[in-house]
Antibody, heavy 120, light 111 residues
Framework: EVQVVESGGGLVKPGGSLRLACATS????????MNWVRQAPGKGLEWVSS????????YYADSVKGRFTISRDNAETSVYLQMNSLRADDTAVYYC?????????????WGQGALVTVSS | QSALTQPASVSGSPGQSITISCTGT?????????VSWYQHHPGKAPKLLIY???NRPSGVSHRFSGSKSGNTASLTISGLQAEDETDYYC???????????FGTGTRVTVL
């Protein structure tokens, strides 16, 4: 059974940092891209970042570029999102999702999400 | 890069078919076959329904189908059931600096 479990969410002050982790199991982790998607309160889904299977390629939404860093550990079958210089509009539920087919063919397994609240 | 445009809400009676549109541009929906559709019950993990415009992952009901014409993609739900009442999102690769974009979301109501 495929499992995707996010952790590390919480309350942080504007300008602060937080590191999200996503632990996975049940599939050949090192063969698939991994992704982060977020949903702000009352809003729709927003793609945040993606990383290729071997970490050769990392992509970011314009809204987080230069502030967030995606990484992965294939030995630990985990992916991470380091979030720096956090702003109020980064407040959202952050989902970790497994890439399905080609790099941009969609995300087939998602976690339940981790809530990040940026507030003073 | 703005989100892809979806109708805010679509409704139908049990057993009917409904179609949700997803309108983009030639830089995303119209230019690439990387359109996906997701079902999202609030508070739960989103579920991939369609990938690469019209392909269903294994285990997804045949009641869900996808298509594309020009800059608009569509998700059709046939034989509407009460359990289909929730939110649906399209997404697409885009050649703009954004790289990947979701739709605005559609709330489906089963009357």
């Amino acid at each position: 059974e495929v499992q995707v479990v996010e952790s590390g969410g919480g309350l942080v002050k504007p300008g602060g940092s937080l590191r999200l982790a996503c632990a996975t199991s049940g599939f050949a982790f090192s063969r698939y891209s991994m992704n982060w998607v977020r949903q702000a309160p009352g809003k729709g889904l927003e793609w945040v970042s993606s990383i290729s299977s071997s970490s050769n390629f990392r992509y970011y939404a314009d809204s987080v570029k230069g502030r967030f860093t995606i990484s992965r550990d294939n030995a630990e079958t985990s992916v991470y999102l380091q979030m720096n210089s956090l702003r109020a509009d980064d407040t959202a539920v952050y989902y970790c999702a497994k890439g399905y087919h080609d790099f941009w063919s969609g995300f087939d397994y998602w976690g339940q999400g981790a809530l990040v609240t940026v507030s003073s | 890069q703005s989100a892809l445009t979806q109708p805010a809400s679509v409704s139908g009676s049990p057993g009917q078919s409904i179609t949700i549109s997803c309108t983009g541009t030639s830089s995303d929906v119209g230019g690439y076959n990387y359109v996906s559709w997701y079902q999202h019950h609030p508070g739960k993990a989103p579920k991939l329904l369609i990938y690469d415009v019209s392909n269903r992952p294994s285990g997804v009901s045949h009641r869900f189908s996808g298509s594309k014409s020009g800059n608009t993609a569509s998700l059709t739900i046939s034989g509407l059931q009460a359990e289909d009442e929730t939110d649906y999102y399209c997404s697409s690769y885009t050649s703009t600096s954004t790289l990947y974009v979701f739709g605005t979301g559609t709330r489906v109501t089963v009357l």
